[in-house]
C-alpha cells in the first residue's frame, strides 16, 4: 500500500506511434513532436495503435447499505488464473510497442542511465522517503554504498576508525537480474552478527537471514512468514525478537491473519522458535518488538491503523509475566525513544497535534503523571531520537526540515544550521552512541551524509556526492495557493531560472496527501532528467500528510478525503492561473495513495490535465481491504464501506466506480507491477478495463495499462529497470506535453 507502510526504525514511508510516425519525421529528430504537429493529426491515425484488448464483464451486483453496485470486472482479482495472466499479456502487448516507439524513449533511458551512475552513500531501503544512514556499532560502522555501477547499493563495514571499507552483503549477487533487494538491516550490540532482510522480484514477503560480520558468511537457517518486521536483537546477541504471520498448509504466510511475536535462537531452525506474544482480545490489531538498551524489556508497538497506537511492555526476566499494557487508549500515536531505568520516553501526539516528548514512569504511568520533556511547538516533529543523554529531534517547518537537540530533561535547546530549505532523511542514533547520523537532501542536491556529535553539537559532513543540478541554472520556489475551501497549501516549483510564464511550459504535478507522509524537498535522478529538458517539476503539500501535524493529517481522512483531492486541483488551477503551464502542456503523477489520488483528479477534472500517470495506485475503494489484513490497515485513511456514511464517501470518489461512458479521459499510463502484493494488481486492472471500455470513438486519448512482470509495490528495483520505467513514463508525457526533448 502507502510507500511508508513499514514499520517505523527506532525513534523515528505500438503501433499508434509508428502510424504517425510519417507525420513528424523532423519531430524525430528534436525528440518529440509538437504539440501543433499532434493536435493536426487526423483523429484515425490517432487511434490506429488498435484495439485494446476485449475484456469480459460479469454481472455482479452488490449490495452496500440498501444500494446496487455493479462490479463487471471482479474476475480481473483472481490474479493466479490463466485468464487474467493471458489478459495481462495482452494489455502489455498494446501498451509495450507503443511505449517502445515514443521519439524521446531512448534519449531519456540513455540520460538516465548516465544520471544514475554517480557514487552514494546510504540509500533508500524501501522506497519512498525511507533512507539508511550509516550506523555504528562497537566501533564498526556500517553503510551502504553504490559506486553509480550497482543496481543495488552494496552494505560496507570498517572494523576501526583507520579501517578500510569492505564488503560485508553485496545484494547484486543474490539475482541474476538483481530483483533481490536488501530492505533492511540491524547489527548486534556486540557488532558480531547482522540480521538482514531481502525481498525477491519487489515482493513484501521477506526472508531473514543472519551473517556473520566478521567472516561475511551466513549462518544457516532462514526466517520466512514476515512482512516489514523489526528485527530486534537480544543484548546478549544470541537471538532476535520478530514478528510473523501465521502459516498455510501449503508453507505460505497467511496474512489475512494477525501477526505474533516471536524469538529466534541463533543456529537453529525457525520450526523451533519460541512464541512470545500475540494479540488475544482485538481482531485487528498487530504486535511489533523492540527492545530497551539495557535488555530489561520488549517494548511492543501495537498497531491498528496508522492515526493510533498502542504500547506494551514484557518483562524479560520474568517469562511468564503478562504484558504490562503501558499506552492502552489508542488515542494518539507514541513512539518509543529509550528508557533509562523504569522512566520511559516517547514522542507523541497526545494532547499535541505538532508532536511532544513525555516521560511516563512505570509505577505512574497514567497520563497525569508523565512529564513533558519537549513541548508541542510551532513546528511539526517529523522524527526523533534519544541519543547520549540528549533528544536530537527534526522538525517540520513549512514542508522542509529543521533540527533541534535538548538536554535529557528538554532543556537548552540547540538548532543546528542545515545547508538549506530541505529535508532531513534517515535520523538515526542511539542511547549508547554518541553521535547521530542523517542525510540532507532538496529538489537539486543529492543526499549528503553529516555526522552530529551529540557531547560537542559539532555537525561533520560525512560524504557529499558529486552529482547536482546546478543552482545557478535551476531553482526551487515554494510558492502557497488557496483550496476549494479556503485552506492555505504549500507547493514547491523547481525549474530553470530563465523559465517563461508563458503557458506553454510543460509541467509535472506530483501528490501523495496521506498516511501522515510529508512530501519534502528530495532529489531524484527521474526528476533531474525532466528539469533538463527543460519541463517544470511541482509538488504541492496535500492535507492528508503530516507537514503540519495530526490535524492537517486528519483533515485529508475518511469522509474527508475530498479535501486531498480538491487541493491537487486547487494546485492544478494555480498553475495554468499563474502562468507557469496550461492545460495543454499539465500532467499529473502519483504512486500508491498517490495514485489513487491521480486517478480520482483525472476523472473529476478530465479538462484540465494533458496525461495522468497512475502508478500502483488504489483504485477501488469499495474492496480494498479484501486484499489482505494488512490493507485493512489502511481504513484509519480511507474508512470502510461497512459504515453507511464512509461508503457514501467512498463510492463518490472511487476511481473504479466513477468512470462515465462517453467522457474523453486525458492520455493516460497506468502502470502496475504483477508481484504486487501490497497494492494487489487488480486495482490497476479494473481501473484501466473501466476506462478502456467507456472511452467514445472519437476520442484520440490512449489508455494503457503497462504490467511488471519482475516487480512489486516499492523503489527497491534494481536501477536498470527504473531506468527503463521512467524513459517511457517520461517519453509518454514528452509526446502529449509537447515537450521538445534533446539528445545530449
Known amino acids: 500500500m502507502p510507500d511508508w507502510v513499514r514499520p517505523a526504525a527506532r525513534g523515528r514511508a505500438w503501433p499508434w506511434i509508428r502510424a504517425l510516425l510519417p507525420l513528424g519525421v523532423a519531430a524525430l529528430v528534436a525528440g518529440c513532436a509538437p504539440l501543433a504537429a499532434r493536435e493536426a493529426a487526423p483523429a484515425a491515425a490517432a487511434r490506429a495503435f488498435g484495439a485494446y484488448p476485449a475484456t469480459r464483464r460479469v454481472e455482479q451486483i452488490d449490495r452496500y447499505h440498501d444500494v446496487a453496485v455493479a462490479d463487471p470486472y471482479r474476475w480481473l482479482e483472481a490474479l493466479e488464473s490463466p485468464e487474467v495472466h493471458d489478459w495481462v499479456g495482452a494489455e502489455n502487448a498494446v501498451s509495450s510497442p507503443y ?5 524521446a524513449r531512448a534519449v531519456f533511458k540513455e540520460r538516465l542511465a548516465a544520471m544514475w551512475n554517480y557514487e552514494r552513500w546510504g540509500a533508500s531501503l524501501t522506497g519512498g522517503n525511507s533512507f539508511s544512514a550509516p550506523r555504528r556499532r562497537n566501533g564498526r560502522l556500517f553503510y551502504l554504498h553504490n559506486s553509480g555501477r550497482e543496481d543495488q547499493s552494496v552494505l560496507l ?12 552483503l553485496d545484494p547484486n549477487t543474490l539475482a541474476a537480474d538483481r530483483t533481490v533487494a536488501l530492505v533492511d538491516y540491524q547489527v548486534s550490540a556486540d557488532a558480531r552478527y547482522l540480521a538482514y532482510a531481502t525481498s525477491d522480484g519487489g515482493s513484501d514477503w521477506h526472508t531473514i537471514h543472519v551473517r556473520e560480520v566478521a567472516g561475511a558468511k551466513d549462518l544457516p537457517e532462514t526466517l520466512e512468514l514476515v512482512k516489514a518486521t523489526p528485527l530486534a536483537w537480544a543484548p546478549d546477541s544470541r537471538g532476535l525478537y520478530y514478528s510473523r504471520y501465521p502459516v498455510l498448509e501449503d508453507n505460505r504466510g497467511d496474512d489475512s491473519k494477525q501477526v505474533s511475536i516471536w524469538y529466534h535462537t541463533l543456529g537453529t531452525p525457525q520450526a523451533s522458535d519460541r512464541f512470545v506474544y500475540a494479540i488475544s482480545d482485538h481482531p485487528t490489531r498487530n504486535p511489533y518488538g523492540t527492545v530497551t538498551d539495557d535488555g530489561r524489556y520488549l517494548v511492543i508497538e501495537v498497531r491498528d491503523g496508522f492515526a493510533t497506537n498502542g504500547v506494551y511492555l514484557l518483562d524479560l526476566a520474568a517469562r511468564d509475566a503478562d504484558a504490562i499494557r503501558l499506552l492502552d487508549r489508542f488515542d494518539a500515536r507514541y513512539e518509543f525513544l529509550g528508557s533509562r531505568g523504569e522512566e520511559f520516553y516517547f514522542a507523541t501526539t497526545e494532547g499535541a497535534p505538532h508532536g511532544r516528548i513525555v516521560a511516563v514512569d512505570l509505577g505512574a504511568p497514567d497520563p497525569e503523571h508523565w512529564r513533558t520533556l519537549v513541548a508541542e511547538a510551532a513546528e511539526t516533529i517529523d522524527s526523533a531520537h534519544y541519543v547520549a543523554g540528549h533528544f536530537v529531534v527534526a522538525y517540520l517547518r513549512d514542508a522542509h526540515s529543521l533540527l533541534r537537540v535538548y538536554d535529557a530533561d528538554g532543556g537548552a535547546a540547540t538548532e543546528v544550521a542545515l545547508p538549506g530549505l530541505g529535508q532531513i532523511a534517515g535520523l538515526s542514533g542511539e542511547a549508547t552512541d554518541s553521535e547521530a547520523w542523517f542525510a540532507y537532501t532538496d529538489f537539486l542536491t543529492p543526499h549528503a551524509v553529516y555526522r552530529y556529535e551529540v557531547a560537542s553539537g559539532r555537525l561533520e559532513l560525512y560524504r557529499r556526492p558529486a552529482v ?13 495557493y488557496t483550496s476549494k475551501d479556503g485552506t492555505h497549501v504549500p507547493m514547491y516549483l523547481t525549474h530553470r531560472r530563465d523559465v517563461a510564464r508563458d503557458g506553454r511550459r510543460p509541467t509535472l504535478l506530483y501528490g501523495y496527501g496521506g498516511f501522515n507522509l510529508p512530501m519534502l524537498p528530495v532529489f531524484s535522478v527521474p526528476v533531474a532528467v525532466w528539469l533538463e529538458q527543460g519541463g517544470i517539476y511541482a509538488v504541492a503539500n496535500l492535507r492528508g500528510g503530516s507537514e503540519f501535524g495530526a490535524s492537517w493529517h486528519l483533515a485529508g481522512t475518511r469522509t474527508r478525503k475530498q479535501n486531498v483531492f480538491d487541493d491537487f486541483i486547487a494546485a492544478a488551477e494555480w498553475l495554468v492561473k499563474s502562468g507557469y503551464t496550461s492545460r ?9 495513495n498517490g495514485g489513487l489520488l491521480v486517478g480520482a483528479v483525472l476523472l473529476q477534472r478530465p479538462d484540465l490535465f494533458a496525461a495522468a500517470l497512475p502508478a500502483v495506485g488504489v483504485l477501488d475503494m469499495l474492496r480494498y481491504q479484501t486484499a489482505s489484513a494488512n490493507a485493512r490497515q489502511w481504513s484509519s485513511d480511507y474508512g470502510l464501506a461497512d459504515d453507511p456514511e464512509e461508503f457514501r464517501a467512498l463510492l463518490a470518489y472511487s476511481p473504479v466506480h466513477n468512470v462515465r461512458a462517453g467522457v474523453c479521459y486525458p492520455p493516460t499510463l497506468i502502470t502496475t507491477a504483477e508481484r504486487d502484493d501490497r497494492v494487489v494488481p487488480w486495482h490497476s486492472y479494473k481501473f484501466a478495463a473501466a476506462l478502456q471500455a467507456a472511452e467514445p470513438a472519437t476520442c484520440q486519448s490512449p489508455l494503457l495499462l503497462r504490467v511488471e512482470t519482475r516487480a512489486g509495490h516499492g523503489n527497491d528495483r534494481p536501477t536498470w529497470m527504473q531506468v527503463e520505467d521512467y524513459a517511457e513514463q517520461w517519453a509518454f508525457l514528452a509526446w502529449h506535453l509537447g515537450l521538445a526533448v534533446r539528445a545530449p
Open 584 to 592: 495543454e502542456h499539465l500532467a499529473i503523477r502519483g504512486r500508491s
Open 157 to 168: 563495514v570498517e572494523d576501526g576508525a583507520d579501517a578500510a571499507p569492505r564488503v560485508l
Open 468 to 480: 547536482a543540478l546546478d543552482p545557478a541554472v535551476y531553482v526551487t520556489e515554494q510558492v502557497t
Open 99 to 103: 511505449l517502445e516507439a515514443l521519439p
